[in-house]
């Protein structure tokens, strides 16, 4: 198999509290998401979330099925959404290809048989994916950053400029729970997501990118009244409960993809925190 995957169990907001360092990474963070010629994923208890990462040098990367999915294929009961990070590549959906360049998307529904992942001719191939739960098969759509819904918010004084793309929203794409995007960091600005927020309703995921080697994020997360920090490197990805807020500062500007699974497809449905507000 070119799959390899691991299980992250749910934790409670009050045992999280007294965790150390080195607890706090192996629970919320991924760090090996991206290895040559293999397929990594991780199977969250959040909302069974499915966080992966596909990296083909050599030949094309089946997305075969695991264990814990006891299915026959990987989206027997489960949507996929794919944006691809790297040089543009091809992935092919039951036999037909779909080419994306860098920062495009793709939304595969339940019940395709096979996803192949290729590996590109003009660079590194990396794709993201997240895959959910699935209640009904909606069709296989790309979304290209023009088809994306695209809103500036924030400004340079406040350090948080930022191009919000949301790729794989229902006001762009038809899914059962899954939502993806990304956020572009501009230049000067290194803030996320600030005022923070929470939401019961739904879990959600970070992958940072787009960021040099030698650069980190420090990535905020915790009860609004117990946060705590995890320090995140390039290509890693963070799991965020639902009582937990998301945001982050980095030494550098960079972009991040989110994705979100649970009760709901409103992505405004937010429980703000104002910074003056948090501890």
């Not at 905020?220 to 705590?228: D, N, V």
């Amino acid at each position: 198999m070119s799959i390899s995957y691991s299980t992250r169990h749910a934790s409670h907001p009050s045992d999280s509290k007294a965790y150390d360092t080195a607890r706090l990474r192996e629970t919320y963070l991924i760090e090996d998401l991206f290895q040559e010629n293999s397929i990594q994923v991780v199977y969250t208890m959040y909302d069974r979330l499915i966080v992966g990462g596909a990296q083909p040098v050599e030949q094309p990367l089946k997305l075969e099925t695991f264990p814990t999915l006891r299915s026959e294929n990987f989206l027997d009961r489960r949507e996929l959404g794919i944006i691809n990070i790297g040089a543009e590549s091809t992935v092919s959906v039951d036999g037909k290809e779909i080419t994306l360049a860098n920062k495009e998307a793709l939304y595969v529904g339940q019940g395709v048989k096979e996803v192949l992942f290729h590996p590109s001719a003009s660079g590194k191939t990396l794709f993201y994916f997240n895959s959910a739960p699935a209640h009904k098969a909606y069709p296989t759509k790309k979304v290209s950053l023009e088809e994306a819904e695209t809103v500036e918010m924030g400004s340079l004084e406040n350090s948080n400029h930022r191009l919000i793309r949301k790729l794989l929203i229902n006001s762009v794409v038809e899914t059962c729970q899954l939502q993806m995007g990304l956020t572009e960091l501009q230049k000067g600005s290194v803030w996320n997501t600030m005022p923070a927020h929470t939401h019961d309703r739904r879990m959600e995921a970070y992958l940072y990118f787009d960021l040099p080697e030698d650069q980190v994020v420090s990535h905020f997360m915790g009860e609004p009244q117990e946060t705590r920090h995890l320090i995140v490197k390039n290509n890693q990805a963070v799991i965020s409960p639902p009582w937990s807020i998301h945001s982050g500062a980095g030494t550098y500007n960079y972009s991040f993809i989110w994705g979100m699974a649970g009760e709901n497809l409103d992505y405004n449905d937010m429980d703000k925190v104002q910074p003056v507000d948090l501890k």
